[in-house]
């Protein structure tokens, strides 16, 4: 099973609220990405999780504070955005760096809308 | 740094007809490779990958890709397009000495005419 699993599908917030995206696999990966993707480009990594400890921060703003509960969780707690925030956010799951290759796999996504 | 380019931004085939997906890369080592496709609104799903040998791979809904080291790219190719193959393809590389931490290209649309 290659499934990563996230909720909400899809978010409408004000900038002055505070809500969570998150995450799940049970792949037993213990590297976790969160990525964030606008219309028509790429994916753009955030933040990535390795054995439950925070290894690389993309210079994200700090209204995105990423948290990892256990090996199976990821979460991306969300306050103040701004509507330039809106966007398809993407989580990842896959071995840890220095096993040799691996592969990321990706869940749906959340669609999430400031406005 | 290492940099992926897809030249081609739309292409537009027939139902039927083949296809070809362009992918270069710059990297000092040959990094790992992937092809990933995303339908509107949904996540990145894996097509196929290459970490080493065979330089010809194949992946899930008919595709295969080939990796070039003299050309340094990694095309995707399908022999008959089907109508539900419309979508995004992200060619995408990782350095062989960092596992996966990957470097998307800027993505090809792809449309498929009836």
């Known amino acids: 099973d290659t499934e990563v699993i996230q909720t909400p599908k899809h978010l409408v917030m004000g900038m002055t609220n505070k809500k969570s995206l998150k995450c799940e696999q049970h792949?037993?990966?213990?590297?976790m990405y969160w990525y964030k993707q606008k219309a028509k480009k790429p994916p753009e990594l955030m933040f990535v999780?390795?054995?439950?400890?925070?290894?690389i921060n993309e210079s994200v703003p700090s209204r995105f504070s990423p948290e990892c509960p256990n090996s199976s969780l990821l979460n991306l707690h969300l306050h103040a955005l701004q509507p330039e925030d809106s966007a398809l956010y993407l989580c990842a799951s896959s071995h840890p760096p220095g096993g040799g290759p691996d592969t990321q796999y990706f869940g749906p996504g959340t669609r999430l809308t400031v406005l | 740094a290492q940099s992926v380019t897809q030249p081609d931004i739309h292409i537009t085939v027939s139902e039927g007809a083949s296809l070809e997906l362009r992918c270069n890369y710059s990297?000092?080592?040959?990094?790992?490779l992937f092809w990933y496709v995303q339908s509107p609104g949904q996540g990145l799903q894996l097509l196929l990958k290459?970490?080493?040998?065979?330089?010809l791979v194949q992946g899930i809904k008919g595709f295969e890709a080939e990796f070039k080291r003299s050309q340094s790219s990694f095309n995707l190719r399908k022999p008959s397009v089907h109508w539900s193959d419309a979508a995004e393809y992200f060619c995408a590389v990782a350095p062989n000495n960092a596992g996966n931490m990957l470097t998307f290209g800027g993505g090809t649309r792809l449309m498929v005419k009836p």
């Open positions: 990297y000092g080592a040959t990094p790992y």
């Open positions: 290459y970490f080493s040998g065979d330089t």
């Open positions: 792949m037993g990966h213990r590297a």
């Open positions: 999780y390795s054995y439950e400890k925070l290894s």
